[in-house]
């Protein structure tokens, strides 16, 4: 427990993965009408789980690395995260992707839609991924996100996990790269390993850089190792685990109240 008696609350997101959206090429005719009616139901078992939030994350399947995306797909998804929105309520966290790197993107649609933060692979520096090299321009992103006055909307950047390749997990490679990213203004740190061990020194060695800037686990929690991997990290983006292991399934509430039970026993003893 707390000092002051209470727990401390982790943030437990849960990734809803939608189909492919309007200006992309494997965007079908009613795509976009079956995306609003997946994250209204999703949103709404994770609301009856207790789960903290859910992320919006279209699955493309085709992307490209540079900071913009189609004029269409901004548009259907900012429609699309207006109606998460009117049915999460407030004190649900609304957040927005645009796979691989759309960070301006997932800003306008975040201020326009009354959205809560954004995912990203990376806001400053040169990382790899599976489609190519991400040159982030920080600049570019944050005066945009100044010009908006989108200041509100909050920023988790990826330091190592899922959405990059290369080994990120070098103490000093991974200190180096968190105060860059610190600096140039994320609010949430991103991390994941699948080796727990190294995975709960990761979030240790963020935590030396920045204590007020919450760490959250990229995925690989379940209700088997939630309490583990949990322990010294803020929060969770949890995929696969709500839907039962079907990626991209539907969200089941029995699963996510399992899960919400096991992060509940972590914040008492934290």
């Known amino acids: ?49 207790g789960a903290g939030g859910c992320l919006l994350q279209p699955i493309d399947r085709a ?13 259907a998804m900012t429609v699309l995260a207006g109606e998460t929105r009117r049915v999460a309520g407030s004190g649900f966290q609304v957040g927005i992707q645009f796979l691989w790197n759309g960070v301006r993107p997932a800003l306008a649609t975040a201020k326009i839609s009354g959205a809560d933060f954004i995912r990203c692979s990376a806001i400053c520096g040169t990382v790899t991924t599976p489609y190519g090299t991400i040159e ?4 570019q992103i944050m005066s945009y996100r100044r010009r908006i006055n989108a200041l509100q909307i ?11 390749t290369g080994d ?17 203004g994320a609010d949430m740190f991103e991390v994941y390993h699948p080796d727990p061990e190294i995975n709960d020194q990761l979030v240790k ?8 800037i919450p760490v959250i686990l990229g995925g690989g929690t379940n209700i088997e190792t939630v309490k583990q991997r949990l322990r010294f990290a803020d929060g969770a983006y949890v995929g696969s685990c709500f839907e039962d292991g079907l990626w ?15 992060v509940r026993e972590v914040e008492d003893i934290a």
């Open 63 to 75: 992307y490209h690395v540079c900071d913009e995306a189609d004029y269409a797909r901004v548009s």
């Open 136 to 139: 982030a321009d920080a600049d």
């Open 205 to 212: 060695n963020l935590k030396e850089v920045r204590k007020d």
């Open 168 to 184: 990120h997990t070098r103490r000093e490679e991974l200190l180096t790269r968190a105060r860059n990213i610190a600096l140039a």
């Open 248 to 262: 991209g399934g539907e969200m089941k509430t029995d699963l996510i109240k399992q899960y919400m039970e096991k």
């Open 1 to 49: 427990m707390s000092e002051q008696g209470e727990a401390k609350k982790k943030l437990i997101i849960g990734v809803v993965h939608l189909p492919p959206l309007p200006g992309t090429p494997y965007y079908q005719e009613g795509d976009l009408e079956k995306g609003i009616e997946k994250a209204k139901r999703c949103v709404s078992a994770l609301l009856e789980g």
């Open 154 to 164: 909050k920023i988790s950047s990826e330091v190592a996990g899922y959405h990059v």
